[in-house]
């Protein structure tokens, strides 16, 4: 259901996706530069917000950038708090990642343009 949704976004050409559905498979220490997101397939945020954000990425950035989705119902609470410091949520939180570390974070409750200003001054 993740996959399709993506595939319909049709956003491969501007970002390299992947799609975690093991919370064993993802090791922050491991990302060079990634926006890495949460999301759940039973929140209409997630996909409303997953649009809407990515375009705006899409639109704003010159060169491609690595997406790692990761499935919040395949990661345990413990292992989401570890890994992004808090219980995701459905609302397609977002995490920047440079060489192992978040820089930057998109919650429910933060400014998206804040957000892209960080993508983008980290990507161009």
Do not use: P
């Not at 345990?76 to 939180?93: A, D, N, P, R, W």
Request: net charge negative; proline share 0%; hydrophobic share 40%.
């Amino acid at each position: 259901q993740i996959k399709n949704h993506f595939d319909k976004l049709n956003l491969y050409s501007d970002f390299d996706v992947e799609i975690l559905q093991d919370e064993n498979s993802l090791n922050l220490n491991d990302i060079n530069y990634a926006i890495v997101a949460g999301f759940a397939v039973w929140s209409g945020y997630s996909y409303s917000i997953s649009h809407q954000l990515l375009n705006q990425i899409k639109d704003a950035t010159k060169y491609k950038i690595r997406l790692i989705i990761v499935d919040i119902d395949c990661f345990s609470y413990e292992i989401q708090k570890k890994l992004f410091g808090t219980v995701m949520h459905g609302y397609f939180e977002c995490c920047l990642i440079k060489n192992g570390e978040i820089i930057h974070k998109h919650t429910f409750t933060t400014n998206v343009k804040t957000f892209i200003n960080a993508v983008v001054i980290n990507n161009n």
